[in-house]
């Protein structure tokens, strides 16, 4: 039954995804903030189709730790999952993807309307300092930056392999960063079309005031995002 449901799933994800892109269309021509409600429309219905379907249901922890306004947010990326749940949880995200997304026709012309920040990782430092710039416009706007340190998806059990980019934007930004843990990895796994029945769990962490060094700010960062993401993961565990 699970794999009938993950297949039926995927099959529904992907119809719902191309649904919304095409008879939401209109709003590539509307005012972006309306554009970003209708993305946060489709990332909730995709929820609904993963509980009904699939059996997943999600629990958002410490959500008072994020601000009001421009913010950092960073946390752990162990599946697809969390690219789209944690957008309605955001007021006006801005997340940092791969460049790469933006040649798909439709979903790529959207990355842009929404006004989210690819970044072109083989360009090294010229993909930084466009990604810091990026950034400081999204917090001008009063805009919520959301960054992977990792940079690509991680199994739950591997180990923590932080790249620069989020210490590089927290120096520049000077608005205080919320790190988040989860443990979605256990239950719609990387790479696997299998979606395991449980419950995913997000938790927004104590923020990190702005002004830290560099080194102390990637310590304390990855410290407490591993340290969540352990217990998250145990406790997940064992609820499967």
Same mark, same amino acid.
């Given at each position: 039954?699970?794999?009938?449901?993950?297949?039926?799933?995927?099959?529904?994800?992907?119809?719902?995804?191309?649904?919304?892109?095409?008879?939401?269309?209109?709003?590539?021509?509307?005012?972006?903030?309306?554009?970003?409600?209708?993305?946060?429309?489709?990332?909730?219905?995709?929820?609904?189709?993963?509980?009904?379907?699939?059996?997943?249901?999600?629990?958002?922890?410490?959500?008072?730790?994020?601000?009001?306004?421009?913010?950092?947010?960073?946390?752990?990326?162990?599946?697809?999952?969390?690219?789209? =749940?944690?957008?309605?949880?955001?007021?006006?995200?801005?997340?940092?993807?791969?460049?790469?997304?933006?040649?798909?026709?439709?979903? /790529?012309?959207?990355?842009?309307?929404?006004?989210?920040?690819?970044?072109?990782?083989? =360009?090294?430092?010229?993909?930084?300092?466009?990604?810091? /710039?990026?950034?400081?416009?999204?917090?001008?706007?009063?805009?919520?930056?959301?960054?992977? %340190?990792?940079?690509?998806?991680?199994?739950?059990?591997? %180990?923590?392999?932080?790249?620069? &980019?989020?210490?590089?934007?927290? &120096?520049?930004?000077?608005?205080?960063?919320?790190?988040?843990?989860?443990?979605? &990895?256990?239950?719609?796994?990387?790479?696997?079309?299998?979606?395991?029945?449980?419950?995913?769990?997000?938790?927004?962490?104590?923020?990190?005031?702005?002004?830290?060094?560099?080194?102390?700010?990637?310590?304390?960062?990855?410290?407490?995002?591993?340290?969540?993401?352990?217990?998250?993961?145990?406790? &997940?565990?064992?609820?499967?």
């Amino acid at each position: 039954m699970i794999y009938l449901r993950s297949a039926l799933f995927n099959v529904v994800f992907y119809i719902n995804l191309a649904l919304f892109m095409l008879l939401g269309s209109g709003f590539y021509f509307t005012p972006r903030k309306w554009s970003v409600r209708a993305l946060q429309v489709w990332a909730k219905s995709s929820l609904f189709w993963l509980r009904v379907i699939a059996g997943i249901r999600m629990e958002v922890r410490g959500q008072h730790h994020v601000p009001e306004g421009a913010c950092l947010v960073a946390g752990k990326h162990q599946s697809f999952w969390e690219t789209f =749940a944690i957008l309605p949880l955001l007021d006006d995200p801005a997340i940092v993807l791969k460049k790469e997304l933006t040649y798909i026709p439709f979903f /790529g012309w959207f990355i842009y309307k929404f006004c989210m920040i690819p970044v072109e990782r083989a =360009a090294g430092t010229q993909a930084l300092r466009s990604l810091i /710039g990026a950034a400081e416009q999204a917090v001008a706007m009063g805009r919520q930056v959301v960054i992977m %340190p990792e940079g690509t998806r991680r199994s739950p059990d591997d %180990p923590p392999d932080y790249k620069p &980019g989020a210490a590089a934007l927290y &120096g520049k930004l000077d608005v205080p960063c919320v790190p988040f843990a989860l443990n979605s &990895g256990l239950f719609w796994p990387r790479r696997q079309f299998l979606r395991r029945p449980g419950t995913i769990v997000i938790t927004f962490l104590e923020p990190i005031p702005p002004g830290l060094n560099r080194k102390h700010f990637q310590l304390r960062l990855e410290t407490s995002i591993e340290t969540e993401t352990k217990r998250l993961v145990d406790e &997940g565990r064992g609820a499967l």
